[in-house]
């Protein structure tokens, strides 16, 4: 059985930074890209950043991509998004997914992912 947890979350004023983590088991971490979505209240749910299985490919949201950096440890089976010069408009709650497939690439489908079950950002003027 796949478990994925995310932590890290927390109440920030804008400026300040968090730094988010996402581990894994019941699967094989290194085998599977991973990446980072957000749900802010009364909005869809988003991509914010993914990572390939190793680590040399990432792709961000135009809105986070000069600010939030997503990497990875295979070893340790963790995920970070660390997240700097955080706004207002970040508060959302934050969820780890894991695509199903072995090798296939981050997808915005939510039965293509394993998902945990979110973190709390809240980013205060």
């Known amino acids: 059985q796949v478990e994925v947890v995310e932590s890290g979350g927390g109440l920030v004023q804008a400026g300040e930074s968090l730094r988010l983590s996402c581990t894994a088991s019941?699967?094989?971490?290194?085998?599977?890209?991973m990446g980072w979505f957000r749900q802010a209240p009364g909005a869809e749910r988003e991509q914010v950043a993914c990572?390939?299985?190793?680590?040399?490919?990432?792709a961000y949201a135009e809105s986070v991509k000069t600010r939030f950096t997503i990497s990875r440890d295979n070893d340790k089976n963790t995920m970070h998004l660390e997240m700097n010069n955080l706004k207002p408009e970040d508060t959302a709650i934050y969820y780890c997914a894991i695509p199903r497939g072995v090798g296939r690439g981050c997808s915005e489908r939510p039965e293509d992912n394993y998902w945990g079950q979110g973190t709390q950002v809240n980013v205060s003027t």
């Open positions: 990572i390939r299985w190793s680590g040399s490919y990432t």
């Open positions: 019941g699967l094989k971490f290194e085998d599977h890209a």
